[in-house]
């Protein structure tokens, strides 16, 4: 598999993109400001996180559903563990980010050791964890944090809101590890061809492990971002998430069989949607319209990815 | 017997046999009689003809759209948009009802509707190869903003009595809990003893294998999603005809219900394996759950743990059976 | 063996941990304080307050201008919304010099809300009119918005009072807990049993509502019961399924349900309809009059509580365009409201509609929306 072959789908998501970018910024003066954008930036950083992590669980063959509820759950216990166990807020922001992380783990145990589904077992933990939030929580949100915990959410750094540079920072390393390391090797083998893999040596599990709870610790950290942003928790914080992030990972060609996808390809695919988004809105178009439109691009960009392949393979 | 329905190996003696084939449906079903046992116990009510009749009827169109989920996924794919697709289909009813349509088109026309939608999407990921889920997501968006943009969620209240389907109770019980048993019924005997309906199987087991066996699996996959459209039609307007209101817009979280109830009923999610009775069992098991903790007094705080919980364990004690038998 | 066992173990686990738990306040409320009415109609003494809004930094005139104003409710797509929207559309062509539409999210999610706000605040809107899905969650876009000169106004569900300036407030929470408990009082009597039927317990209005109720009956009708909340989010059906359970469940001790929303309503109505109990067990909440017709037709129902949320949009319309105007300012004690006339100011920031509506066989046929 070359690289070039790789990048079909994904050049194919960059033209797109530009010329969508375009299309916008002609009908609307306001969308191709530097304001604007990176505005969205922030806007899209909760779901950009989680979706890094999204990547590697579909490029495994795997699907993960439990991320919003993990926010959710994360959200929670953040509120919780400074309001009401008293632990000083940061102390409570790694707590919150470590159980996040735990849940994670919890998915990949079960998928690993019990041998579920990972649609299945994620439906189960969807369920669960959201329920934990609710429990937890008992319908109260909390409320009241210091000035300072607001930076993460609402602050800037040299002009780029906090996030986007976090954003950034965690999509480079997601992309290195992915496309450069052994782990990110085994991924892909994995998701080609878990049997092969095995024999091959790779630790199957292992890598699956690690991937899964990778993803509740980002679903954490988006937790604690979103909570900065909105300054309240509640418990049905990251409701649909799990969506909006499947929807940018596959738009950016991951497969869904597992096997092919790059963090790239994610990248652009999170892109284009906050694009559509942000510009549509801009220029006129009502949400419903919106959304319509953001599903005929999903089709029409996978429909166009795949007749371009075909075409070169027949 | 045809064993393509079953999971495991076949065993020795004909119970395990039977254990093999129908062991999560076994299952299922055990959790259920246990299920009226212990809540029966605490409050006798739980037992009476309402209350059973509440839990079949009310979740009766979750079972009708999950049989067509279960022939979709046991093809090897999955429909993430059904709940946008019912919510289409109980406006459409609703609106053809109070415009003075004769019923029966309001009832029927939808249902058309809901096959030809999804034969389309089932020929659009048969023959250009785009994975389910990816069509289907951008059918969520588009029928979900769709039915919005259309309606502007304004609800149709006023419909006409003799609209109202679900509401009518043949025999004395509601024609829901005939169309979900009827259905199941006609489903798993298609499913088993057809050959369109073991097409499905051999095309979700193994497409190359079921090309080289001379099979169409690119007219099977627009078949199963046709049906599947089919189910779900029917899904809709028992949806549409439960209540005086139909609210013209998509109802929350409906899709993953239904495909909880599929795969938990024993749809092996790759594909190939699993029945329509074990998915009309699963419905009915979470019906009686969200009606159980209620009795039960389950804190309503906790309520959605308790019944992630339950899922766990169910899809647990599946695995383990699943070792056990083999 | 072990797997099947910890299956057991988490099921019995959850079971045991569920009920253990099980609150004896009633569910669904909130923890802030409340305020309730007095047992019989003498009203509460209006405490004068300080303007407490935020204002809008460097807004133009705009006086007599023509402006664009966007409304974003909490969700799009259920017959309340629509109703205010209609309310809204009205103010605008009678006032003639507003462009008004209203956008939002089709689930009432704080994210998507605060998204759809934040691209109207960049698109160069004159005015922003909100429901907020939370009153703190909204706060940060709001300022922004008044940050950039913005005219922001809020009906409905009210955000922290600083990331605002007006509030159109349908009608005191404890108004609401007063009327709800009092209808029921009067249709089961002093001693009966009730239940609620909500949307989710984080909703803040039916939190709140509920917090006033169970402190109005607490002081009033003491020997009332409330047996359980129980959640149905927005959804017909759930709701439906809900009430039902809840009738299978108390049988004969069930005198009443409370639905807290537009859509809980009536399907409780339906629920009670559809077992047979139609004036055994008393339905009483807040509903849209159109969605109830059927159910007060039957006398199934007696009356429904809710303010004319027309009514509610067009105030809100009338009060933007008042501040737009500068004709609103902070340390007013009234605003004109077209149509609707003098409207009070109460709370420092929050325009008073006005008392809850009840809706009665007599009087539903009037009302379409």
Same mark, same amino acid.
């Given at each position: 598999?070359?690289a ?180 990110g090797?085994?991924?892909?083998a ?16 292992a ?8 993803a ?65 809105a ?33 | ?5 079953? /999971? ?7 119970f ?8 999560q ?23 009476? #003809?309402?209350?059973?009749?509440a +839990? ?16 979709? +996924?046991?093809?090897?794919?999955? #429909?993430?948009s ?38 389309g ?16 997501l951008?059918?969520l ?7 919005i ?5 304004a ?18 019980i ?20 057809? #050959?369109?309906?073991r ?45 005086q ?10 899709e ?23 998915? /009309? ?36 004690? #599946? ?8 | ?35 309730p ?15 407490? =809004? ?22 799009? =797509?259920? =017959? ?15 006032? !003639?010099?507003?462009?008004a ?22 698109s ?12 703190v ?10 940050y ?9 569900a ?16 404890? !108004? ?24 989710t ?32 989010q ?21 005198k ?19 077992a047979?109990?139609? =004036? ?26 809710l ?30 409201? !077209? ?6 100011v ?15 066989k ?8």
């Amino acid at each position: 598999m070359t690289a070039a072959r790789l990048l079909r789908h994904e050049t194919i998501l960059a033209i797109l993109t530009v010329l969508a970018l375009i299309v916008l910024a002609n009908l609307s003066d306001k969308f191709f400001t530097a304001e604007n954008l990176l505005n969205q930036g922030r806007l899209m950083s909760e779901v950009g996180l989680v979706a890094l992590a999204m990547t590697f669980v579909i490029v495994t063959g795997g699907i993960d559903l439990s991320v919003g509820s993990i926010l959710g759950m994360t959200a929670i216990l953040l509120g919780v563990f400074w309001q009401n166990v008293g632990l000083p807020l940061p102390l409570a922001m790694v707590a919150a980010l470590l159980c996040g992380t735990l849940a994670g783990l919890g998915n990949g145990l079960i998928i690993t050791r019990f041998k579920v589904p990972p649609l299945i077992a994620t439906l189960a933990t969807l369920a669960l964890y959201r329920g934990l939030a609710e429990g937890i929580s008992q319908a109260r949100s909390v409320r009241g944090y210091p000035e300072w915990f607001f930076y993460f959410g609402q602050g800037e750094l040299l002009g780029v809101p906090f996030q986007l540079w976090l954003l950034g920072l965690l999509t480079t390393i997601a992309g290195v590890i992915l496309g450069l390391t052994t782990f990110g090797r085994a991924t892909y083998a994995v998701g080609a061809n878990e049997t092969a893999a095995r024999f091959s040596g790779i630790r199957v599990d292992a890598t699956k492990l690690w991937i899964y709870t990778a993803a509740g610790f980002l679903a954490g950290l988006a937790a604690v971002i979103f909570v900065s942003r909105v300054t309240t928790t509640r418990s049905d914080m990251g409701t649909g998430l799990e969506l909006d992030v499947i929807t940018g990972v596959v738009l950016g060609g991951t497969s869904i069989f597992g096997g092919k996808g790059t963090i790239v390809g994610t990248a652009l695919g999170l892109i284009l949607i906050q694009a559509l988004k942000n510009g549509l809105a801009l220029s006129g178009v009502k949400g419903d319209g919106t959304i319509v439109v953001i599903g005929v691009v999903l089709i029409a960009a996978i429909l166009a990815g795949a007749l371009f392949d075909r075409n070169r393979g027949g | 017997m045809s064993n393509a329905a079953t /999971t495991v190996p076949i065993g020795r003696t004909p119970f395990r046999r039977f254990l093999g084939g129908y062991g999560q449906e076994i299952v299922v079903l055990l959790s259920i009689a246990a299920l009226f046992a212990v809540v029966g116990a605490v409050n006798q009510r739980f037992l009476s #003809d309402n209350n059973i009749n509440a +839990i079949f009827a009310g979740n009766a169109y979750i079972a009708i759209a999950a049989i067509g989920m279960s022939m979709v +996924i046991v093809s090897g794919h999955i #429909d993430v948009s059904v709940g946008s697709l019912i919510g289409v289909i109980a406006t459409m009813a609703g609106t053809l009802a109070v415009s003075g349509y004769p019923v029966w088109i309001a009832w029927v026309a939808p249902i058309l509707f809901a096959i030809a939608v999804n034969a389309g999407v089932g020929a659009l990921i048969a023959y250009t190869r785009i994975p389910s889920i990816v069509v289907t997501l951008g059918m969520l968006s588009i029928l979900k903003g769709g039915l919005i943009s259309v309606t502007a969620g304004a609800w149709i209240t006023n419909l006409p009595a003799e609209f109202m389907i679900a509401q009518m109770r043949p025999f004395g019980i509601p024609s829901a809990v005939w169309f979900m048993v009827g259905l199941t019924v006609i489903a798993a005997l298609f499913m088993r003893y057809t #050959d369109f309906g073991r097409a499905i199987y051999a095309v979700g087991g193994n497409i190359e294998a079921a090309r080289a066996a001379g099979l169409n699996p690119e007219r099977t996959v627009v078949g199963v999603f046709a049906l599947h459209g089919f189910f779900a039609g029917i899904a809709g307007i028992l949806f549409a005809t439960q209540l005086q209101v139909i609210q013209s817009t998509v109802p929350p979280n409906l899709e993953l219900t239904v495909i909880t109830a599929s795969v938990i009923g024993g749809v092996s999610i790759l594909g190939g394996t699993g029945t329509v009775i074990g998915s /009309t069992l699963a419905a009915i098991l979470f019906a009686c759950i969200g009606s159980a903790l209620i009795f039960l007094n389950v804190s309503a705080y906790w309520l959605r743990a308790v019944l992630g919980l339950m899922i766990l364990a169910t899809v647990l004690a #599946d695995m383990a059976r699943r070792r056990r038998a083999r | 063996m072990r797997k099947l066992t910890l299956a057991a173990a988490l099921l019995g686990f959850g079971l045991m941990s569920g009920t253990a738990l099980a609150g004896s306040a009633w569910t669904g409320g909130d923890d802030q304080a409340t305020n309730p009415l007095a047992c019989d109609a003498t009203p509460a003494a209006a405490a004068a307050k300080d303007y407490d =809004g935020g204002s809008p930094t460097g807004a133009p005139d705009r006086a007599g201008k023509p402006i664009k104003v966007v409304d974003v409710p909490k969700l799009i =797509g259920i =017959g309340y919304f629509n109703a205010t929207t209609k309310g809204i559309l009205d103010a605008a062509k009678e006032l !003639g010099n507003v462009d008004a539409k209203t956008d939002g999210p089709t689930k009432a999610n704080i994210d998507e809300q605060i998204t759809f706000i934040d691209n109207y605040i960049t698109s160069g809107v004159d005015g922003i009119l909100f429901a907020a899905n939370d009153p703190v969650a909204i706060a940060p876009v709001l300022k922004k918005a008044l940050y950039k000169g913005i005219n922001v106004v809020g009906y409905d569900a009210n955000s922290t009072p600083d990331a605002r300036q007006w509030f159109v407030n349908q009608a005191q929470f404890n !108004g609401i807990g007063k009327a709800l408990i009092d209808d029921m009082a009067k249709e089961i009597g002093e001693e009966g049993s009730f239940a609620i039927v909500t949307s989710t317990f984080t909703t803040p209005n039916q939190a709140r509502w509920i917090a006033e109720m169970s402190a109005y009956a607490a002081a009033c009708h003491p020997k009332m019961k409330w047996l359980e909340t129980v959640e149905a989010q927005e959804d017909n059906n759930l709701s439906f399924n809900q009430a039902t359970t809840l009738i299978n469940k108390y049988g004969d001790e069930l005198k009443g349900i409370f639905g807290m929303t537009s859509v809980a309503t009536p399907a409780s109505a339906e629920a009670v309809t559809q077992a047979g109990k139609c =004036g055994k067990i008393a339905v009483v909440g807040l509903a849209t009059p159109n969605a109830m017709k059927p159910y007060v037709a039957k006398d199934c129902v007696k009356s429904v509580v809710l303010w004319n949320p027309v009514d509610l949009g067009y105030a809100a319309m009338m009060v933007l365009r008042a501040v737009a105007d500068g004709t609103l300012k902070p340390g007013a004690t009234s605003v004109k409201a !077209g149509k609707l006339g003098d409207l009070q100011v109460i709370n420092g920031s929050e325009i008073l509609l006005g008392a809850p509506y009840t809706f009665t066989k007599d009087n539903i046929g009037q009302f379409d929306f």
